[in-house]
């Protein structure tokens, strides 16, 4: 069961990080045909939203990986689902099934890290 949570682990860190860069270096106008919604936020937010995932990717795996204060870990999971929470609802206000759906997997995935991490398979 560890291996398997680090696997959840490595691919939720590629995903919010590559998510956190973009967000965090692209301009809206670059941002927007991939993702619609930058549109309607300011651009601080979404540097702020950017720089929260990029944070949690990095909390996912260097706490455990240095076995460095590890209960960063099941909190930057803690972290991400929150950010998964809103985002289905920011999504479901602005009608978007696709959006809804994509983050309830991230947020199953994320949920699987925290219970781990959190309970039996601790560091």
Same mark, same amino acid.
């Given at each position: 069961?560890?291996?398997?949570?680090?696997?959840?682990?490595?691919?939720?860190?590629?995903?919010?990080?590559?998510?956190?860069?973009? /967000?965090?270096?692209?301009?809206?106008?670059?941002?927007?045909?991939? &993702?619609?919604?930058?549109?309607?936020?300011?651009?601080?937010?979404?540097? +702020?939203?950017?720089?929260?995932?990029?944070?949690?990717?990095?909390?996912?795996?260097?706490?455990?990986?240095?076995?460095?204060?590890?209960?960063?870990?099941?909190?930057?999971?803690?972290?991400?689902?929150?950010?998964?929470?809103?985002?289905?609802?920011?999504?479901?206000?602005? /009608?978007?099934?696709?959006?809804?759906?994509?983050?309830?997997? +991230? &947020?199953?995935?994320?949920?699987?890290?925290?219970?781990?991490?959190?309970?039996?398979?601790?560091?």
């Amino acid at each position: 069961m560890n291996m398997f949570l680090w696997v959840l682990q490595g691919l939720l860190a590629v995903v919010f990080a590559a998510s956190g860069v973009l /967000k965090t270096t692209r301009s809206r106008e670059q941002l927007s045909p991939q &993702l619609p919604w930058v549109n309607d936020v300011p651009p601080v937010t979404v540097r +702020l939203i950017g720089t929260a995932e990029f944070a949690a990717a990095l909390g996912l795996i260097l706490p455990g990986a240095l076995d460095i204060a590890t209960v960063l870990t099941p909190l930057a999971a803690t972290g991400i689902a929150v950010i998964m929470i809103l985002a289905m609802g920011f999504h479901a206000r602005r /009608k978007e099934p696709s959006g809804i759906a994509f983050d309830a997997v +991230l &947020l199953i995935v994320t949920a699987t890290v925290m219970w781990g991490r959190f309970g039996p398979h601790a560091f």
